[in-house]
């Protein structure tokens, strides 16, 4: 941990200070829209989370009220339908996954010494789609036209008969909308999480927050296209009459269930992760020694991270599937408490061998113990399929969600907000306020959640408005309502904690809690540019092992201390041994993330209120705006124009083969690949199950032209497989005619393609088989269209002197995305025109 | 192949790979069975699918147990990074063993499409 840079000593740490806030320091006012910094963008979804939080806890309340008492009119049936379904929303859509991603968002580049994510506008955009998709959800509420059908849809309830107003479409629109901001969020953690830590941090010595959210953004990449998928399907259903879901026209309402929990499941453990990160990070620290296996709670994240993935089926154990396969799923949900269980004994043992100080932070964590080993137990028990059928749509389910959901991840998060708040605030939080906080949440909750597992026992089904007097469920409800506002009252305190912090807490002293981690390394709270310096960190405990650290980063004493060229720049490094590769250069302050995000609110909203035209406009503007902000990259005059570095430097990214974006866009074709086995699942899943799908007996897409269409997909890839092949070896000749010729023939493709389904005169809307197949085509067209226009940019950036044998980057990103197409157009021949062929209906 | 000697953090998500695939064969090879021509209900569990599903589960079973011996002896040479990553590769693929045998265990007694 030695790589200090006597150069820098000689520099003014002063001057360098406000060299790098030149350059990354954040406008004021208006132009605040156009900040992209991870410190701002954490702290911006944080507090919207915690807005949306409190509508959340609002919507439990009216619940609670309702159920307080037998026969109560406090609300209508229609109302209370959507203030569940909106409960339920809101608290998972909005709220616990955009908190705990941005809490990542804020944490993970301090924790590897990095000085930002590593695609800053996408973190911008993926604010912006959060908040507006957030705002046209909730705005539901206030017109009285809320989804109601429960916050998992199921079809037919969800579907245009049951559900003829606006509702679902506020749901299915708004979610969507809202999951680019988690898949956003997703692609740039992962690349961060491998391409940016500082120089020595191999994978082994990563800290453990680190991989849990690795874990965690993988998971939201895997795991959300398969809902993408499902609310676009269901959307077309409702909007153009594709019947996906019905099975009057060859589709199965099952379907929508496969496709949500495939989602769903996985979802609490994409919860869960984080805040056993944050548990994992606070209980070596407050035990005052290092976590009692490293090595296993990484093998019982990647345990958690696949079998999570295994467990969907376990929600629909009484859809009528055979017994076998409940047995599976039965077992693998029985599975997956062995890495929950090893995670608990290495907490435990650490407690065990250190000398635990019961801090604020510490008391949640605790409480977080005692709910969520509780919820895993009933878990366990809701895997037993008899067990299952017996409490199936009980408040014992709904008692157990909340000792996972509230236990697994909203204790330990306020434990993580105390432990964090002196890096966010500068200050330290009241002990009194926020232990009174604490006790008044940790029995309120146990008092509504614990009774409502006898509730559910009893047979209190959930979903209903009301109950009669006399079901002997009256005392409990009382005991639960009157206990919900005491937990209420808890969480207000706390809230009140840490408003009041910000003006009275004491000043905190560097390192408040003696933390082991480079977050703490930063002045607090932070600068735009968290390090001045970056170190080189052999160790799991940078901070324990060398205290002194803060202060020399601070002095400029290590790697990337110069400012001059006026760039904001970090330490691009390899992605298992952490040895710097490359200097990775990011974009400044922009307007584009805002602008592409307003455009596609303009999109959901027109598809809401069934404006097409203008959806169809506004999507062409979103599409413009993307292009516009993927034109400011490589050798671009806002971005790095010139490719100077310090003698000894590694060389900027772009001016290599392997930057940061080719990583992204690896791992967002890896979402897009989720989506597409979503699509084939579907597919097959619906022509071997659905009672009333029928095959045509005259196949309708041609296979000639299709395979003319592959073909020329095919051939275009191959030209930007070799040209890519020639930048390697620092070969540009003939570059720019290449790419011209490659856009060609994914024009070709496009255009075989799209007369292929024009020959093929499909009927969406009076056959599943024909919509499902036209879902397939547009899918190939998008992306065939999407690889020509991108690949017409690069030869037009060719022209101007972006891209060439200096600047290679590019081109082999494009080349990912047309080895996706080849593969993806390949399949969908197979799936949809050779096998009904050889196999028939 | 350097890249994947049992050193190479791959291993660390391949045996859990290969359990899901194992998951998925399974799941989905029943499902369509039982929709195109399931067995006779009163062959109980002793129906070629039960022996299908049972032999791809002991395969690949045995093959994870494999790689989990492999992983073990690679980390014994090796220190620091190069032994962590074997060492947990090596649980993982245990552990994934240990999955197959438990989630496929049914197989011996459970009528396949009831």
Redesign the interface.
């Known amino acids: 941990m030695k790589s200090v840079n006597q150069e820098a000593i000689e520099h003014d740490p002063q001057q360098l200070h406000e060299d790098l806030h030149t350059i990354w320091g954040n406008p004021k006012g208006l132009r605040s829209l156009t900040i992209v910094n991870h410190t701002t963008l954490g702290l911006r979804f944080m507090v919207t989370g915690m807005v949306f939080f409190l509508i959340g806890g609002i919507l439990a309340m009216l619940v609670r009220t309702q159920l307080a008492m037998p026969d109560q009119n406090f609300m209508s049936p229609d109302i209370y339908n959507q203030v569940t379904t909106m409960h339920g929303t809101v608290m998972m859509f909005l709220f616990a996954i955009p908190m705990l991603e941005g809490l990542a968002i804020y944490l993970i580049p301090k924790m590897i010494g990095a000085r930002d994510l590593v695609c800053p506008r996408l973190t911008s955009l993926g604010y912006f789609c959060y908040l507006f998709g957030g705002i046209i959800l909730t705005s539901s509420l206030i017109i009285e036209m809320a989804p109601s059908s429960g916050w998992f849809m199921y079809t037919p309830l969800s579907s245009k008969e049951f559900a003829p107003d606006l509702g679902s479409d506020f749901w299915l629109l708004g979610i969507t909308f809202v999951e680019i901001s988690a898949v956003s969020a997703g692609v740039e953690l992962v690349v961060s999480i491998l391409r940016t830590r500082t120089q020595g941090m191999a994978l082994h010595k990563m800290p453990l927050f680190a991989w849990y959210i690795l874990a965690m953004a993988l998971m939201i990449v895997v795991g959300f296209p398969p809902l993408i998928l499902g609310s676009v399907l269901l959307e077309l259903e409702r909007a153009v009459g594709m019947p996906f879901f019905q099975i009057a026209g060859g589709g199965d309402p099952i379907l929508w269930q496969h496709l949500f929990w495939l989602f769903g499941h996985p979802e609490v453990y994409i919860i869960f992760l984080p805040a056993a990160g944050i548990v994992s990070t606070l209980i070596p620290v407050f035990a005052g020694r290092p976590i009692v296996g490293y090595g296993w709670v990484v093998a019982a994240i990647a345990i958690m991270g696949f079998i999570s993935f295994g467990l969907w089926v376990h929600h629909m154990f009484t859809v009528g599937i055979p017994q076998l396969a409940q047995a599976f799923f039965s077992a693998a949900s029985m599975l997956v408490a062995v890495p929950t269980a090893i995670q608990v004994f290495v907490w435990l043992a650490t407690l065990w061998l250190g000398k635990p100080k019961m801090k604020l932070p510490m008391l949640w964590v605790m409480g977080f113990l005692i709910i969520f080993v509780c919820g895993g137990l009933t878990g366990v028990m809701l895997a037993l399929v008899p067990f299952n059928w017996q409490v199936h749509d009980t408040h014992f389910v709904v008692a157990h969600m909340h000792y996972v959901l509230v236990g697994g991840m909203f204790f330990p998060l306020i434990a993580g907000l105390y432990y964090w708040l002196p890096l966010f605030s500068g200050r330290m939080p009241s002990e009194n306020l926020g232990r009174w906080g604490f006790w008044l949440t940790f029995l309120g909750f146990n008092g509504t959640f614990l009774i409502m597992h006898w509730t559910g026992l009893l047979g209190m089904p959930r979903r209903v408005y009301t109950y009669e007097a006399g079901s002997g469920w009256e005392v409990y409800n009382l005991l639960s309502s009157v206990s919900s506002f005491v937990l209420s009252a808890g969480i207000a305190m706390v809230l009140l904690d840490i408003a009041l912090h910000f003006r009275f807490g004491k000043p905190a002293k560097q390192n408040p809690w003696n933390a082991d981690t480079l977050e703490w390394a930063n002045s607090m709270p932070p600068s735009a540019y968290n390090f001045v310096s970056l170190p080189s960190v052999e160790t799991r405990h940078p901070l324990w092992d060398e205290p002194n650290l803060p202060h020399t980063m601070a002095k400029g004493m290590h790697g990337l201390a110069v400012a001059s060229h006026g760039r904001r720049e970090m330490w691009g490094s390899d992605p298992i041994t952490g040895k710097v590769r490359e200097i990775i250069h990011l974009p400044g302050n922009s307007w584009w993330p805002l602008l592409a995000a307003a455009a596609l609110a303009v999109v959901c909203i027109s598809l809401l209120t069934r404006v097409y035209a203008l959806a169809g406009i506004f999507a062409v503007i979103a599409g413009v705006f993307l292009l516009r902000w993927s034109w400011e990259n490589g050798a671009h005059p806002n971005a790095a124009p010139d490719a100077g570095v310090k003698p000894g430097d590694p060389p900027l990214h772009s001016r290599t083969m392997d930057g940061p974006g080719l990583w992204a866009m690896a791992v967002f074709l890896i979402a897009n690949g989720s989506f597409f086995l979503s699509y084939l699942f579907g597919w097959f899943y619906l022509w071997t199950v659905s009672p009333e799908w029928q095959m045509p007996d005259t196949p309708p897409l041609s296979l000639l032209i299709m395979g003319m269409a592959g073909g020329a997909v095919l051939a275009g890839g191959v030209v930007i497989e070799k040209l890519v092949r020639g930048l390697r070896q620092q070969r540009d000749a003939g570059l720019r005619a290449s790419l011209y010729l490659a856009a060609a023939l994914g024009a070709l493709q496009v255009g075989l393609a799209g007369w292929a389904l024009w020959r093929a005169d499909l009927s969406p809307t009076q056959t599943t088989h024909d919509a499902v197949m036209l879902v397939g085509l547009v899918y190939a067209l998008f992306h065939g269209g999407l690889a020509v226009i991108l690949t017409v940019l690069q030869g037009m950036r060719v022209g101007y002197g972006y891209v060439g044998a200096q600047a290679p980057f590019e081109p082999a990103v494009v080349a990912l995305l047309w080895r996706y197409n080849v593969a993806t157009f390949w399949l969908l021949v197979g799936a949809l025109v050779i096998l009904p062929r050889v196999i028939g209906g | 192949m350097v890249r994947l000697h049992f050193t190479?953090?791959i291993h660390?998500?391949i045996g859990?790979?290969l359990?899901?695939l194992w998951?998925v064969a399974?799941?989905s090879g029943?499902?369509?069975v039982?929709?195109?021509a399931p067995p006779l209900p009163e062959a109980g569990a002793l129906t070629g699918l039960n022996v299908a599903l049972g032999g791809v589960s002991l395969i690949t079973a045995v093959g994870l147990v494999a790689l989990a011996w492999g992983g073990c002896q690679v980390a014994k040479q090796h220190q620091?990074?190069q032994r962590?990553?074997a060492?947990?590769s090596a649980?993982?693929y245990l552990?994934s063993a240990f999955?197959v045998v438990?989630?496929?265990?049914?197989?011996i007694s459970?009528?396949?499409?009831?």
């Open positions: 190479h953090p660390l998500i859990l790979t359990w899901s998951f399974v799941y029943l499902s369509v039982c929709a195109v620091g990074r962590f990553h060492t947990v649980w993982l552990f999955g438990f989630a496929g265990m049914p197989i459970v009528p396949p499409c009831l």
